[in-house]
């Protein structure tokens, strides 16, 4: 449960405890299996193969994932402790290149034990758990403000299209992109929401239109490949989509399949928007080129549900992402408003602090 008002949603993780535990994305929506993850490799393994994904989500695991990696090292000298933290860290890491979440948490629960006095290493993993619980909280936060900012693109009887899934299930709190879908039907507008199935995992059909239909919203699942001819039909009033890294001019990294999304948007002249809280910015990465995008396994497109469907020995490409260039983007919604052109400027200027504390971090 995330909030009182919206339980029909998800918790995507819980610490509890000292314990972390994530729902396995990988089996939703037909199981609903809860996992501990009790060891450095497990929460490595949790976030490679998308147990827990979503840039938000992943932030957040990670932050807690580390304090799980130092359980082990709680007894050791503090020096001896902070040593093997900056081990873990960059072990956790390496799990997924693109989301710029995982990296930023990390970096940011260095910075904490970096600036902390703690006197032994019991003391300091308080820290570190205190700091996740703190980045944890947060990305609820943002997620009702971009709800909040986002709401005014929800109006009565319109149509909104999105991709892959940038919902509760991305996040701890009520999604990015679905943040003002919750809100909109939450104050009783009515309105539709198409959901791009999202090959090759299927985020959008197993988990963006589970978790709208859970929560009552009118969601209809459909084939990536229907888009632009709903565009055609005026059946899409504005795409919403997510984001797992916005680079300072606005191009920004997201499921393979948002830029065709976003170059049918402007040939039909429907508004595109990528919802994106600050933790998603990378603004030291000048623009898209330089985006590590993921290439994931082969067998994913080869294989559905665990079946062949394609002739073994097939060549084949599996990108999990693609780089949108900024002038197809309409505007971010964040949690200090929707930033409008131009994002070089508009994103420096509202969000430079952060990326200044990052910068000195890394
Ligand atoms: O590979 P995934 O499922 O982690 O990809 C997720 C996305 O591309 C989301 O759109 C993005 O992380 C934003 S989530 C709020």
């Excluded at 260095?110 to 290493?121: E, P, T």
């Excluded at 490949?225 to 984001?243: E, F, H, N, Y």
Aim: hydrophobic share 45%.
């Amino acid at each position: 449960m995330v909030l009182p008002e919206f339980d029909s949603l998800p918790a995507t993780l819980a610490w509890d405890n000292d314990s972390l535990s994530i729902i396995d994305q990988t089996r939703l929506p037909r199981d609903t299996v809860i996992e501990t993850l009790t060891t450095a490799f497990e929460v490595w393994r949790a976030i490679h193969e998308l147990r827990v994904r979503g840039a938000p989500a992943i932030g957040v695991a990670a932050a807690y994932g580390l304090c799980v990696s130092m359980q082990p090292s709680r007894g050791l000298p503090l020096e001896a402790f902070r040593a093997e933290l900056i081990e873990q860290a960059a072990y956790l890491d390496s799990a997924r290149p693109t989301a710029v979440n995982l990296n930023w948490s990390l970096k940011r629960m260095l910075r904490a034990a970096g600036q902390s006095r703690a006197a032994d290493a019991a003391s300091l993993y308080r820290v570190l758990v205190e700091e996740a619980t703190q980045i944890h909280r947060e990305d609820q936060w943002l997620c009702e403000q971009i709800g909040k900012h986002g709401l005014p693109l929800i109006t009565a009887g319109c149509g909104v299209l999105t991709h892959c899934n940038a919902g509760a299930l991305a996040t701890t709190g009520l999604g990015t992109a679905t943040a003002p879908m919750y809100i909109a039907h939450r104050e009783g507008i009515a309105f539709r929401v198409y959901a791009d199935e999202t090959r090759p995992l299927l985020q959008g059909a197993r988990l963006t239109a589970y978790e709208l239909h859970q929560a009552g919203i009118d969601v209809t699942l459909i084939t990536d490949g229907m888009a632009a001819s709903l565009m055609a039909r005026r059946k899409v009033d504005v795409v919403i989509v997510g984001a797992d890294r916005v680079a300072a001019n606005g191009d920004f990294a997201n499921k393979i399949g948002t830029l065709s999304l976003a170059i049918a948007s402007r040939h039909f002249g429907v508004p595109f928007y990528v919802a994106c809280p600050s933790s998603t910015l990378d603004l030291q990465t000048p623009n898209g080129s330089t985006i590590v995008i993921e290439e994931r396994h082969g067998d994913e497109v080869t294989h559905l549900a665990g079946r062949q469907i394609a002739p073994t020995g097939v060549k084949v490409l599996n990108p999990a992402f693609d780089v949108t260039p900024h002038d197809l983007v309409t505007g971010f919604i964040t949690e200090r408003g929707i930033i409008a052109r131009p994002f070089e400027a508009n994103l420096a200027a509202m969000f430079q602090t952060q990326a200044a504390a990052a910068s000195t971090a890394s």
